[in-house]
């Protein structure tokens, strides 16, 4: 039986630092064993914009994770995000020699690099390359059909790519730090590794993970990823706009947004007004009326809802048998699932599981579902060994540690 096997997340938000430590266990259950988080500094909308400022907050939520664990952390499994992203389909088609009747890996590979040959600027990189379906000589299959016999090889791929020099800074904020990277994610596919089961995604369901600077999604049908993006907006966009029509201070307006706002446009909790007491840093007393801040909150928030709906294959909301699945810390502004509901007009949930244990009660905060997504996609590399070569040897020209 395999041996219990930990790994770390890093996730380097807008907002905040998170690095989760998780054990994978002989029996494929996952418990955490710790978390350290720090407060974001030098990142703007998902992207490091102050180096020496995030490498601090890193170091910082590390030195957290590992007095909590009681794990000295080598190597990190590290997620990106950012409005540079571009995820898209193509399909490699791939006719075998004349002699050859029985498909082979390699031909899957010839499939894979056929798809790929579309041009991506040289700026840009391929994070991944995902299966979505294949065909032999016209004949769909979902699964690979390596040992099938056939003339013809066709292979749907749902492929991620971004700006290099951009992944890089993250991937240099780990290793400055003594951490090697074990592998690098697209955030709402490692989202998704916890927010969906593979019936939900069969079914149909679209992924919406709203952070402090970016929205990022991801949209499965037929069990396969169909889409995925990044919007450069999230909740520290709705707190600034409540800043600059209140004129209140930045924290208070954040305070203001968690307490007392509602983005479903219900009348009914739009009356009358909130008073905001003195303070000791002499900030005068001020009346915000509720209307104002609802309607504040509710039209950035449908902003960003509509965003990612126009970002959606034609005819795709239709097919969410699921529905829409919401995580990230944003996503638990009252109202937002009531909104959504009227963007999408499909059910609305929240990505709450159960299934993994830890001795801190809140890891399952809808904030975390990205580092809980990270570890997730380490159990399923370690599965599939999905890391052999791979994206990071040709991204970062040291290659791994050995």
């Known amino acids: 039986m395999a041996r219990a096997k930990i790994h770390v997340a890093l996730e380097i938000g807008t907002s905040k630092v998170c690095m989760l430590v998780g054990e994978v266990k002989s029996d494929g259950s996952v418990k955490i064993l710790g978390i350290g988080t720090a407060k974001s500094a030098g990142v703007r909308k998902g992207e490091i914009c102050d180096y020496s400022k995030i490498r601090a907050c890193v170091e910082e ?10 794990v000295e952390i080598g190597s990190v499994f590290l997620s990106v995000t950012g409005a ?33 040959g579309v041009s991506i600027g040289e700026e840009n990189v391929f994070l991944h390359t995902i299966p979505r379906h294949y065909r032999v000589d016209a004949f ?6 390596v040992g099938l016999f056939g003339k013809t090889l066709e292979s749907d791929y749902h492929v991620v790519y971004g700006i290099g020099t951009r992944i890089q800074n993250s991937i240099k904020c780990a290793r400055e730090l003594q951490m090697e990277v074990d592998d690098v994610v697209f955030a709402p596919i490692a989202t998704a590794q916890y ?55 930045f924290s208070k307006a954040e305070a203001l947004k968690i307490r007392e706002g509602d983005a479903s446009g219900d009348q009914s909790r739009s009356v009358g007004g909130i008073k905001i007491p003195f303070d000791e840093k002499g900030f005068t007393h001020q009346e915000v009326k509720r209307e104002l801040l609802n309607e504040v909150i509710r039209q950035r928030m449908l902003e960003i809802l509509t965003l990612v709906k126009k970002r959606l294959p034609a005819g795709a909301i239709e097919r969410l048998g699921t529905g829409i699945i919401l995580s990230g810390g944003s996503s638990t502004m009252h109202g937002l699932d009531k909104l959504a ?14 299934e993994i244990s830890g001795v801190q009660a809140n890891f399952q905060d809808p904030q975390f579902a990205t580092a809980l997504g ?29």
């Open 374 to 402: 990270l570890i997730r996609y380490a159990q399923l590399a370690d599965i599939e060994k999905m890391q052999k070569g791979g994206f990071l040897s040709k991204l970062w020209p040291f290659g791994r540690k050995s």
């Open 341 to 354: 509901y009227q963007v999408f007009g499909q059910s609305v949930y929240r990505a709450e599981k159960s």
């Open 195 to 249: 927010a969906l089961n593979r019936s939900e995604r069969e079914r149909g369901a679209l992924l919406i993970d709203i952070g402090g600077g970016t929205t990022d999604y991801a949209l499965y049908l037929n069990g396969a990823i169909a889409a995925s993006g990044c919007i450069a907006a999230g909740g520290e966009h709705v707190t600034n706009d409540i800043h600059m029509l209140t004129e209140l201070p």
């Open 84 to 116: 540079h992203f571009v995820g898209m389909n193509n399909t490699g088609t791939y006719r075998l020699p004349d002699k050859e009747k029985q498909i082979r890996p390699e031909h899957l590979k010839e499939a894979e690099q056929i798809a790929k």
């Open 61 to 70: 939520a590390r030195h957290k994770a590992e007095e909590s664990s009681d």
């Open 140 to 145: 769909e299959h979902n699964s690979s059909p």
